[in-house]
Structure formats: C-alpha cells, structure tokens
C-alpha cells in the first residue's frame, strides 16, 4: 500500500515525522527519497535548540530535539561560524575566520550552505538585522514556500576604511541585501553616535516587530536601539531595571517586542513593551530553576538567552541544562509554562565536552531549498 501512494500523500504523512524520523524514512527506498526531495515538506515539529559551540573549528552543532527530549550531534558545512538568527527553516550565519563581515545562509539539517554576496562597503564588528515576509524568495514560483520566505538583511555601523588618511571609520551607510534580487544596495544611514554604539557594544543578534529592527546595547547600563526600515528612522528605547541588569537580551513575545533580564542576587524576568514605549512585567523564571541554572553563584552575567514566538531558552555552556519557557499548545490565552532541559552530555554513546556556545532556535526542514 505505501508504494502505491500518490506522492503528495505520502509527503504530507511525511509532515508529521521529526526530522531525525524523516532522515531514516528517506533512506526506505527510492520512492520515498525521490519523495522528500520532489515535495516541500514542512514538518510540524517545535523549534530545535541549536547551540554552536564558540571558538571552536571544528564543523559541528548539536541539537535538542524537544519532542523526545534528545541531542543530536550535526556536520556543519563549514568551521568558524556564529548565528544571528533564523530565517524559516535556515539560518542566518556569520563566518568568524573572516576580518570583514561575511554572512552565509546555512540549513543545519541537510548541511546546504552558500555565501550571501559582499557587502558595497567591507566593514568589521556592525549590527546586522533581518526582516522576513511570506512570499517565495523564488519570484517564478507560483505557490509560497513559508519555509522559505524572501527576506532582508539589514546591516548598519561598524568599522570601515577610511575614505583619506587610511585608518578605519565608523560606518554611517546602511545596507541591505534582497533575496529576490542577491544583491545590495545602500538604503539609508545612521546617526555617528548611534554608528559608534551598534560598532562596540551591539551583537548580532536582533528582533523585528513590524517593520522595526531592535538590538539592545551590551553595555551596562543596557539600553534599545530600533531602526524603522520603511521610514529610514532610528530611535532609542530605555530597559527596566536597566542600572541593575546583569545580562538583557531581546525577544519576540505575544507579536511584541519582548526583554529578558536577570540582575545579582534577585531573579530574571519577562517584560512587554506596550503602547507608549511602557515596558510591562509579564513573568519571571521560577525560583528553583533559576538556582538549578545558575549553581551555587547567583549571578546571571554567564546566562545567555535567545527566543522566538514559541519558546525562550536561557542557558549557558553546552553541559549545562536550559531553562525554558514555552508557549502551551491549544491555549486560546496564549498560556506559557516553564520546563527544564538537561544539558548534553552524550550523542551516539560518545561524551561530549562542555564547552560555551551560542543557541538559536530553527524550525527544522530537510526539504531542499531553491535559494541554494
């Protein structure tokens, strides 16, 4: 019966598998790998913890599937990579061993990478932001891939050449890279201030809202930076608690923008931002898994935190465990809960090493893409 199903069926059964599933359902038989790879399969799966370990040239990640609470151990593509965030099912990647910024699009699961094109202006150390929408990335396609979307790249500041004198300069263009057309184009530019502070004291990561591109400054005392894409506007933002704040890290929350922050001996906390830029105090991490994360040291200067509209993972090196706060599935009042996750110490029987990483959260897919 299996080989004789029509071949959208079988993908849409396909669907339902985990990709850890769906990667032995495809070595089955030609039928259902000529399957996978014909059809666009989006799995329903929740979003994988992947954390890239730091500092660290060797090509691999692991991942934390949430369905059956397990790591994997994955091949990356290339060495020397850190994330800046998920775009579908892929990942935004920055290439380390490079001087200049160099981005790369990679999907972890089926290890597809390529580069994104040089920037007009080579640059060290800017902000980079992205903004998605719902349509096909591949303008000849007639159906939308959500997976898949087309999307923007935002990068702003940073270290440039010189223009006389040589020497280095902060950068004040903006540019921005279309997926529609894989090119750049400068689009706008920033205030020196604001270009000295995205320069020194902003990492990669961000969260878009709209149209508005957001960063919080990793200087205490912490303060949010926003950039509006369509008016070409910057503006700045104030944090709660933000003299106190030992480490703050921004989040998308409830279709909102969302800050996580924790400060010395008190505990971490969820805030909104409302209407009229009024940051709201909507959860805070239980007690006990805040001790468990942190150990015998109450401080949160080592925590690390990355978040989507789904879940929000606070966690530091690879063998410690994660404190997660996620969305509970079927609750009409967006209800969230708070769970732990043990860190990995072991794939495939083999130990592994505790190490610091950075995480992010994709929504994996081992459907080939076309931007590849």
């Keep these: ?37 014909a059809y666009p399969i989006a799995t329903t799966t929740s979003s994988w913890f992947l954390a890239l370990p730091i500092r660290n040239h060797r090509p691999y990640c692991y991942a934390h599937n949430p369905v059956i609470d397990k790591w994997h151990q994955l091949s990356l593509p290339i060495p020397s990579i850190r994330p800046i965030g998920p775009i579908g099912s892929l990942l935004l990647l920055r290439v380390t061993n490079s001087t200049t910024l160099q981005l790369g699009l990679c999907n972890p699961f089926t290890r597809e990478f390529r580069h994104l094109p040089r920037l007009h202006v080579a640059r060290t ?68 201030e604001f270009a000295v502070r995205l320069t020194v004291w902003t990492p990669n990561e961000n969260v878009c809202i709209g149209e508005t591109l957001y960063w919080v400054t990793s200087a205490r005392v912490y303060s949010v930076m926003g950039f509006d894409v369509g008016r070409n506007r910057w503006r700045e933002l104030g944090v709660p608690m933000a003299e106190k704040l030992e480490f703050a890290t921004l989040v998308p929350r409830n279709g909102a923008l969302g800050l996580v922050g924790g400060t010395c001996g008190g505990s971490a906390c969820i805030w909104e931002l409302n209407e009229g830029d009024k940051w709201c105090l909507v959860d805070k991490v239980p007690l006990e898994l805040g001790l468990r994360l942190l150990g015998e040291k109450r401080i949160w200067e080592s925590v690390k935190c990355v978040g989507n509209e789904d879940a929000i993972c606070l966690y530091r090196d690879i063998g410690y465990g994660m404190v997660i706060c996620k969305k509970v599935v079927g609750e009409i009042m967006g209800r969230w809960e708070w769970v732990w996750v043990d860190g990995c110490g072991y794939t495939k029987g083999k130990q592994v090493h505790n190490c610091p990483i950075r995480g992010a959260l994709v929504h994996p897919s081992l459907a080939s893409s076309l931007i590849f």
């Design 125 to 192: 150390n800017p902000a980079v932001g992205v903004v998605t929408t719902s349509e096909s990335s591949n303008p000849n396609r007639d159906d939308d891939d959500v997976r898949f979307p087309s999307f923007k790249v935002y990068v702003a500041g940073g270290m440039s050449e010189a223009a006389q004198g040589g020497g280095a300069t902060y950068e004040t263009k903006v540019e921005m890279y279309d997926s529609r057309f894989d090119t750049w184009r400068i689009v706008g530019s920033t205030p020196v």
């Design 1 to 37: 019966m299996w080989s004789n199903l029509p071949l959208d069926i079988l993908a849409n059964i396909f669907s339902f598998l985990s990709p850890d599933s769906l990667a032995r359902a495809r070595s089955v038989c030609k039928n259902w790998h000529k399957c996978s790879k």
